[in-house]
């Protein structure tokens, strides 16, 4: 369309990631308003609600300058350990385990928050460390010390789910700031020598668990088996063109469970089928794609660290969450990103897209100021 | 490259080319996931809709309608009446202590069901439904439906549950229904056991015709939520029910001889003298199958266990006992087959020396010259210890056994015991011991080892009534065999029929069993079985468990024989108390108003019918010790506790005989047979019919 007619303001935004986002959030609203018996409470309409709102503080995210980013990187990632630290604490008070704050007006997860956060951190430290120490051990520790302290919190809650997403996060942050590779291959190895030994003493019972039924669903069809065995039965009753909107008969009838959390993507492939699915997986690709493509096209170190940071994070929550709910991975509980009904998510990842507008925007030349 | 100095360019360079790796890594990722979605939801579909569909429709049986018992009329023995019942499925119980409060609030249980139903509900495995409450009026069944949301496990619905018209009478004759146990469902693995409102066969004919009874299970299909809810209806197929087992009971007979066997412990059997059909087979006290169709509950459970009538057990089958001078006649068969001359007499002068030891005669004062009639009529010992020396005993071991003593016959029943006809070759085999005297003269008098069962008296009594090979027959069937002649001289029959015609009706023993119907004489003979040796009781009075059996076997009319009877009445204190009853039922099959109006008579001395004593017993009980009762045991318990009970008297012991093995020689005559105090001073039958009526047998069997 031609710029004339419409607002600069309006016309530079990133309309390529907002309509297929859009459509995937009006997607999903379907598909909770199914999921609810055909009821627009209490689900389809907040979800879309809060997307809107999200959206709006994503644009100002992508208003904000990259000085202002660079300085409050450090004070932002303090504040997120401090309130882990809360958490926690209030949790051996309360005698239990608690990964919320409730503010009152609303419930605040810091270690959801911390996703990014750490995203933001580490890609302020490599952009100040000097280019010559980054194959040293001054690129690494520091980074290990600064994944270190969220991660075992996270990891202390319990919240292993959470603390893979950041540890994730973190290494993919490291490999991407040119750290040698040969570190992530021995990384790799020692992975798979600690790894089973982890599994044996470190993790908890019902960790173990689920890992043991995530290899054999069938075995436990009544117990944690029952959540992969009921998604892996809506998916593949759905077929190619799914048994019609309205029409899911396993989480309708409750057989699926989270059918509007973290089974969403179950829900909506009994009804709308392969088809369904692969359009997801459509948006999710062109979302993602977008993202590493403003990641290459950034000017400078810290913003290209920060947008492929944020692109990884994103992606982390949709592979995990749809091998979950197909069969591939143990049962975590991570939603899928702006399907799944949940305020903490949708904050996260629209945190993310703004911030990879901002990236965008830090990019074309002549921007200035806030407006 | 690690020497070359790092500049930006390089690690923008490296940055450029990782996230291409990472990108490639992305859509490496989405490709598989992508697959993984073909793979369910197209390559799979087929096992996942199956999946699904099993998910959403629930299919919930209908336990089919049990097949009726019915007599040889058609009237029914055991039929199922429409009720509505509450079960509860213990995996589905959230709080068993708050549902059983609410349910016991809302049906009004009392505590003893209360603790019952914990009892069970402890026992019970996963589906297993344990049933609460059945045969509830529509208030309380809607009570329980209303308030269902709060009640989860809880299943309210309307079906058929067991009736059994004649309550107690037919306990032992059909059995009893109740759930299935986990041993049941384990060896079946069908759905429908743990069915709530389904029950099988648990006892008898219900048993043992489970599968011909069962039908098939009708079935209603519903789309439910994971948690049970039903949405909607999507069709019922009907119930096939089960097919009818028709018995030659007669179910009018079956009751009035369980009403007129009264407070006693005994058991009656009545056969058809042409086809060997059983028209009542009784033993009573007894259960009602009723009730315990519903369960056994805790006070009932206590109020059988503790009776030393033993409801438990069923007599005609599994009771054993010494037949005492009902062997008479049979003896005596023996004696004419081996050619002795009826007319042949003995002198007795009340006892006969058998070698250095004296067996006394039941009437002391002796019975003068007795021939095989007299022998009979007066069950004049002495003449069967004399002439069973001559004749030997094998011939009347032959003889017993051709007219059904130790024989085990075909009935649909588990463990029956078939009793002894002992011989020489037996004791052998038995004891490594020879045969002696003593055995044969012990043995003529149905004492010693000979022991049998009351269906095997009824069968010797319809084969010396008909002479012929008569088995007892239970279950209708329309092609049944012709019975073939014993290959007994009819003049022989004729003999004995008239002999033991005379014990009713002429100078005989039972003068009082003679039928008040014009016409139709009734043939019997009377027996009086030792229970305990005279050195502890004479059998009279004294403690119950001492007093002698009393047995009676008879026919009707004893020219033409149509009907055959035995009753055994434990511990009656003689034949006295079996003969009446035989009377009595022997007058229903004739003239049914003249019987019962003997019965009312009875049954208001006695306290009511046999429901209303045991309602009465019940209530009793109840109030003694309520809940306090210990727990009622689960099904594969009672099954042992009732076999425990039913087993047959191995061996018949010394005490239990009357003239069994001699005591030491210093003082055989009193260890043996010691004069009883109070010896009859009137012979019963000398003066008629009319002095009988206290008889007071002496022990050695009348």
Redesign the interface.
């Known amino acids: 369309m031609p710029r004339a007619y419409v607002p600069s303001a309006l016309a530079r935004q990133p309309w390529q990631v907002i309509v297929p986002l859009a459509m995937l959030v009006g997607f999903g609203g379907a598909v909770l308003y199914s999921a609810a018996g055909g009821h627009f409470q209490p689900w389809a309409v907040t979800h879309v609600a809060r997307f809107g709102v999200f959206l709006a503080m994503a644009m100002v995210i992508a208003r904000i300058p990259q000085d202002w980013f660079k300085r409050a990187a450090l004070p932002i990632y303090v504040g997120l350990c401090l309130l882990l630290v809360l958490v926690e604490l209030i949790g051996g008070i309360g005698g239990g385990s608690q990964r919320w704050l409730n503010l009152g007006f609303m419930t605040l997860q810091p270690s959801e928050l911390m996703k990014p956060g750490i995203v933001l951190v580490l890609a302020w430290f490599y952009s100040v460390l000097p280019?010559?120490e980054?194959?040293g051990w001054r690129a690494i520790a520091p980074a290990l010390v600064l994944l270190g302290i969220p991660g075992l919190l996270v990891a202390l809650q319990p919240d292993l789910g959470t603390a893979l997403a950041i540890s994730f996060g973190a290494l993919?942050m490291m490999?991407?700031?040119?750290l040698?590779l040969r570190l992530f291959i021995g990384g790799g190895l020692a992975v798979a020598i600690i790894a089973p030994l982890a599994f044996f003493f470190a993790l908890r019972d019902y960790q173990r668990k689920r890992v043991f039924v995530f290899l054999d669903p069938e075995n436990d069809p009544l117990g944690s088996g029952y959540h992969i065995t009921?998604s892996?039965?809506?998916?593949?009753?759905?077929?190619?063109f799914g048994k019609g909107f309205g029409q899911g008969?396993?989480s309708h009838?409750?057989?699926l469970p989270e059918a509007h959390t973290d089974f969403v993507f179950a829900t909506m492939?009994?009804e709308w089928?392969?088809l369904g699915?692969?359009f997801v997986?459509a948006v999710?690709?062109l979302v993602?794609?977008w993202g590493?493509k403003v990641?290459?096209n950034a000017p400078d170190?810290f913003s290209?660290?920060l947008a492929?940071g944020m692109v990884?994070t994103i992606?982390f929550y949709v592979?995990i969450n749809?091998?979950m709910v197909?069969?591939?991975a143990p049962v975590v509980g991570i939603p899928l990103p702006f399907m799944s009904h949940g305020g903490s998510s949708m904050m996260t990842n629209m945190i993310c897209i703004g911030t990879i507008m901002a990236v965008g925007r830090w990019s074309r030349p002549g921007r200035a100021g806030l407006l | 490259m690690a020497k070359l100095p790092m500049t930006s360019a390089i690690l923008t360079n490296r940055f450029e080319r990782r996230t291409f790796v990472l990108g490639l890594g992305q859509a490496g990722v989405g490709v598989l996931l992508a697959a993984r979605l073909g793979y369910l939801a197209v390559a799979e579909n087929d096992k996942y809709r199956a999946a699904s569909e099993s998910n959403r429709v629930n299919l919930t049986l209908i336990p089919p309608r049990r097949g009726w018992v019915i007599d040889r009329t058609g009237a029914p023995l055991a039929s199922n009446r429409a009720d509505f019942r509450v079960d509860l499925i213990p995996d589905r119980v959230t709080d068993p202590a708050a549902a059983l409060g609410t349910l016991s609030q809302l049906l009004g249980l009392t505590p003893d069901k209360v603790r019952d139903i914990r009892d069970k509900l402890e026992k019970a495995r996963g589906l297993q439904p344990v049933e609460v409450a059945s045969n509830l009026d529509w208030d309380k069944f809607a009570a329980v439906s209303v308030r269902l949301p709060e009640l989860p496990g809880v299943i309210p619905q309307r079906g058929f549950s067991r009736l059994y018209p004649g309550g107690a009478a037919v306990g032992h004759l059909v059995g009893y229904v109740g759930p299935a146990s986990a041993e049941d469902y384990e060896s079946e693995r069908n759905p429908l056991l743990i069915t709530p409102g389904f029950k099988i066969g648990k006892d008898g004919l219900e048993k043992h015709f489970e599968v011909r009874l069962r039908g098939v299970p009708g079935a209603r299909r519903v789309e439910a939520t994971a948690s049970g809810r039903v949405v909607r209806d999507l069709g019922t197929r009907e119930d096939v029910p089960g097919k009818p087992v028709q018995l030659t009971i007669h179910a009018g007979l079956q009751d009035y001889a369980a009403r007129r066997l009264g407070l006693e412990s005994g058991s009656v059997v009545v056969m058809d003298c042409q086809t060997g059909d059983l028209l009542a087979m009784v033993s009573m006290p007894s259960f009602d199958p009723n009730s315990f169709s519903d369960g056994i509950g805790r006070i009932e459970w206590k109020m059988l266990s503790e009776d030393d009538h033993v409801p438990l057990r069923n007599k005609v089958l599994r009771g054993l006992y010494p037949p005492g001078s009902t062997v008479k006649p049979m003896v005596a068969l023996s004696f004419l087959e081996a050619g002795l001359d009826p007319e042949a007499t003995v002198g007795c002068g009340g006892g006969l020396r058998v070698g250095n030891r004296v067996f006394h005669c039941w009437n002391r004062r002796g019975h003068g010259t007795v021939n095989m009639a007299k022998g009979i009529y007066q069950s004049c010992d002495v003449y069967f210890y004399h002439f069973a020396q001559k004749i030997g005993m094998d011939a009347i071991a032959a003889m017993a056994r051709r007219l059904g003593l130790g024989q085990s016959f075909p009935m649909p029943y588990p463990g029956q015991s078939f009793g002894t006809v002992p011989d020489p070759a037996w004791k052998q085999r038995k004891y490594q011991k020879e045969w002696a005297i003593y055995d044969t003269v012990n043995a003529t008098i149905g004492q010693g080892y000979m022991l049998v069962n009351p269906l095997q008296q009824a069968v010797m009594a319809a084969r010396i009534a008909s002479g012929l090979e008569l088995n007892p027959r239970l279950i209708m069937t329309r092609d049944a065999p012709r019975s073939s002649p014993l290959g007994l001289k009819q003049e022989h029959l004729d003999y004995i029929h008239a002999a033991m015609n005379e014990v009713v009706n002429g100078r005989g023993t039972a003068g009082k069993a003679r039928l008040p119907i014009p016409d139709v004489q009734m043939a019997g003979k009377t027996g009086t079985a030792q229970v305990v040796g005279l050195n502890i009781g004479n059998g009279k009075g004294g403690l119950w468990k001492h007093r002698d059996h009393g047995h009676f076997i008879c026919f009707a009319p004893f020219d033409k024989p149509r009907f055959a009877c035995a009753v055994v009445i434990e511990h009656g204190g003689g034949s006295g108390a079996a003969y009446p009853v035989a009377r009595d039922v022997m007058t229903y099959l004739f003239d049914q108003t003249k019987a019962l109006d003997v019965l009312a008579g009875y049954e208001s001395q006695w306290g009511g019918n046999v429901e209303q004593r045991m309602t009465a017993k019940y209530n009793a009980y109840a109030a003694k010790f309520g809940a306090s009762a210990p727990q009622a045991p689960d099904e594969a318990q009672a099954a042992q506790v009732v076999a425990e009970d039913n087993r047959p008297v191995s061996e018949p012991a010394a005490a239990q005989t009357a003239a069994a093995p001699p005591a030491p020689e210093p003082e055989p005559v009193a260890a043996s047979a010691p004069a009883p105090a109070d010896a009859p001073v009137v012979a019963p039958g000398s003066n008629g019919p009319g002095s009988a009526a206290q008889p007071a047998p002496a022990p050695q069997g009348q």
């Not at chain 1, 490999?175 to 040119?178: E, P, W």
């Open positions: 280019v010559g980054t194959q993919v490999f991407l700031a040119g040698p009921q892996k039965i809506a998916i593949g009753s759905g077929g190619l008969s396993q009838l409750d057989y492939a009994e089928g392969m699915g692969l997986l999710f690709a993602l794609r590493l990641a290459m170190r290209r660290l492929a990884t992606f592979c749809l091998m197909m069969g591939l």
